[in-house]
């Protein structure tokens, strides 16, 4: 008996052990042929696995109070995936082309040959690139071209429109590295019947999807363009040149868009999203047994600017409105600009050009914005210079006072014509006989303050302006002015001294007066400019990267002298130039007038303030073109201080402002 038990015992042992083996065969053959069936079906036959990219949206452009700028709207493209290209590609390309045609909508053509026969080379169409890609000899003519494009991609059986109509997709496919990694954008954004008509299709269309895509809008299509920017396709020069971009080399597909100006350009790295990947496993034939998104796209980050929609808006809305109203009363006025900077960081606040233009319709009128005598298309607020006139004269007094050359109190004396020089006797706008720094800067008094140029020099005068950031790049993201500063060799008297203490033979761009005012009225502190606030995830809810206030120069400034100019900037609005236009403000705001001086021309229009007085925290400059005098443009000044201070406005979202950032 015990023999017995222990042989059944060994017996059962040993099956189990059989049974154990037998599961995990079968378990592995199960993984082998079913769940991994077609994964080593590839690997047994020597195939290879390959990935195509799955595009990421685009981050979006916030104000400073995360409200919307520039975000994506779903549309659609017609893809050619050559994973899915069976037989037939010339036909289906073909079809494509003649459904477009019916709708009259477009689709990529880069052959630099015309549409329509006598074929020429196009003007601005890369030959060169052409006959490389064809080895063709300089010399070539266009119909050469055809011919080696014909037997190159197998026309000889089309007619010899449909030959360059196919030929222009094939050759763009070409040069767009085309392949199961790279998809073809055949057309972009197409309507939605056609979107229909291309999927009702999709047996005949061998390799053809039409993808959703994200494609970049803008809310208010004319709201700060010249800082926004635009987004395009990859030019030739900057797909592979090492000159360009080079964005092949940084991982872009040649269909990408990309920011080409503005913040949609220098905050690139920041709003591009992280592609995804799509993988197909292929058999030895090339045909596709499965495919898995292997990794997910990730949407871009959203950029949040410094810029306040409302007051932009207000900014731009009244400028038009101010102009025109010039203009019908007869003035030579023809273009404005406006700047806003918060005082106590540098963070733009609005930057507003007029004329300006409409992104929606800007393509369509782009050759006549570029003849427009009146230069839309240029930003006036970043990168006009003027001569800036009397709103100079805070920096002149406080060179002055600084270097010990007037005292606080002291009074002089206005005769109208300043006669230190017997070559050079510029007369005061009025005759202010015995009047001081308070009063001089109120009425703004040209004799007070040539006689105080004659006294600090152009030398000492100059590195004042330096200090206070005129004819200095701000530093801001999108390209600015440097402005025009004439370099003096000396502190020596003349002509050119008392005329830079009024603001002449030196230009300077809105921006900066705007910082210059700010740097005054913070008691000396000269910040960077800035549009950056900060980058944040979609909902707002995490912060990227801050952008840290950076403090690039400080003025010292005597606090008595600070206070004697402030309070001559306050007299300018109580009861000085600026009275008409702010006297009745509900707000204490300091501020002074220029007008400048234009050869053959009248006059530019300046205006400069900074509020409340006791605690500022904006800074605002207008120049009015050809305004005529200081006052012209302080319907601007108000109407951008009222909707800064007392609008609601539709501030949701994080609902606070730009603050300094540790």
């Not at 000159?243 to 080409?260: A, H, L, Q």
């Not at 800036?388 to 270097?403: E, F, H, R, W």
């Not at 007369?427 to 007070?448: D, E, P, Q, W």
């Not at 006297?583 to 530019?604: F, L, M, R, W």
Request: charged share 20%; proline share 3%.
């Amino acid at each position: 008996m015990p023999f017995k038990r222990k042989k059944q015992i060994h017996l059962t042992v040993i099956s189990i052990l059989l049974i154990t083996v037998l599961l995990l065969y079968t378990a592995r053959i199960y993984s082998l042929q079913i769940l991994n069936a077609e994964k080593y079906s590839v690997a047994a036959k020597g195939s290879t696995v390959l990935t195509a990219v799955l595009k990421a949206p685009r981050g979006e452009i916030l104000d400073r109070y995360g409200r919307q700028i520039a975000i994506n709207r779903d549309g659609y493209n017609i893809v050619f995936n050559k994973a899915y290209i069976k037989d037939g590609l010339n036909d289906v390309i073909l079809s494509l082309i003649n459904l477009l045609k019916t709708q009259n909508a477009e689709w990529v053509d880069e052959l630099p040959l015309e549409q329509t026969a006598p074929y020429s080379f196009k003007a601005d169409g890369d030959k060169e690139k052409l006959l490389k890609i064809l080895e063709l000899a300089h010399y070539a003519t266009p119909e050469n071209c055809l011919d080696r494009m014909v037997e190159k991609y197998s026309l000889e059986n089309y007619s010899a429109d449909e030959q360059r109509l196919i030929a222009g997709v094939r050759y763009s496919m070409e040069i767009s590295d085309f392949s199961i990694s790279y998809p073809y954008t055949f057309a972009e954004d197409v309507s939605t019947d056609i979107m229909r008509k291309v999927s009702e299709s999709n047996f005949f269309l061998s390799g053809v999807t039409v993808d959703v895509v994200p494609f970049r809008e803008y809310v208010d299509t004319s709201l700060a363009v010249n800082i926004i920017g635009t987004v395009g396709p990859i030019f030739k020069e900057d797909w592979d040149d090492p000159n360009g971009e080079n964005y092949k080399k940084r991982g872009y597909s040649y269909n990408d868009k990309v920011g080409k100006s503005g913040i949609e350009y220098q905050a690139e790295k920041y709003l591009k999203g992280t592609d995804g990947e799509i993988t197909y496993y292929l058999d030895a034939n090339g045909n596709i047994l499965s495919s898995e998104i292997t990794k997910k796209p990730i949407s871009g980050k959203s950029v949040m600017l410094t810029l306040d929609k409302s007051v932009q808006r207000a900014a731009q809305n009244s400028l038009e409105t101010t102009i025109n109203n010039l203009k019908s009363q007869g003035s030579s006025v023809v273009a404005g600009s406006a700047v806003a900077v918060d005082i106590n960081n540098g963070g733009i606040i609005c930057a507003a050009n007029y004329p300006t233009y409409d992104l929606a319709t800007m393509s369509k009128e782009y050759e006549n914005l570029l003849k427009d005598p009146a230069a839309p298309l240029t930003n006036r607020a970043f990168q006009g210079v003027y001569p800036i006139g009397s709103t100079i004269k805070p920096i002149v007094a406080i060179a002055a006072m600084q270097n010990s050359k007037y005292n606080i109190g002291e009074s002089i004396y206005c005769s109208h014509t300043y006669r230190a020089f017997g070559d050079y006797q510029p007369s005061c706008m009025g005759t202010h006989r015995s009047i001081n720094l308070k009063r001089a800067l109120a009425v703004s008094c040209n004799y007070f303050f040539f006689e105080l140029g004659y006294r600090v020099g152009a030398l000492t005068l100059t590195d004042y302006f330096k200090q206070f950031g005129l004819g200095v790049k701000t530093g801001v993201e999108v390209d600015d002015g440097g402005g025009i500063l004439v370099e003096p060799k000396s502190n020596g008297v003349g002509g050119d001294t008392l005329q830079i203490s009024i603001g002449q033979m030196n230009a300077f761009t809105p921006l900066q007066v705007a910082n210059y005012v700010a740097t005054l009225s913070n008691g000396g502190t000269r910040y960077k400019a800035t549009l950056l606030n900060k980058v944040v995830s979609y909902d707002l809810s995490e912060t990227y990267v801050k952008n840290n206030t950076q403090v690039l120069n400080k003025v010292q400034i005597d606090d008595a002298y600070l206070s004697a100019v402030k309070e001559g900037m306050l007299s300018v609005t109580v009861d000085g130039t600026g009275q008409a236009a702010l006297g009745d403000y509900p707000i204490k705001i300091g501020g002074k007038t220029g007008t400048s001086q234009v050869e053959g021309k009248a006059d530019h229009s300046i205006f400069m303030v900074f509020a409340p007085f006791e605690n500022p925290e904006i800074a605002i400059s207008v120049v009015l073109e050809h305004g005529s005098s200081g006052f012209s443009a302080g319907s601007v000044i108000r109407d951008i201080l009222n909707e800064y201070f007392f609008s609601s406005g539709n501030k949701t979202a994080t609902d606070a402002p730009f603050t300094v950032l540790d």
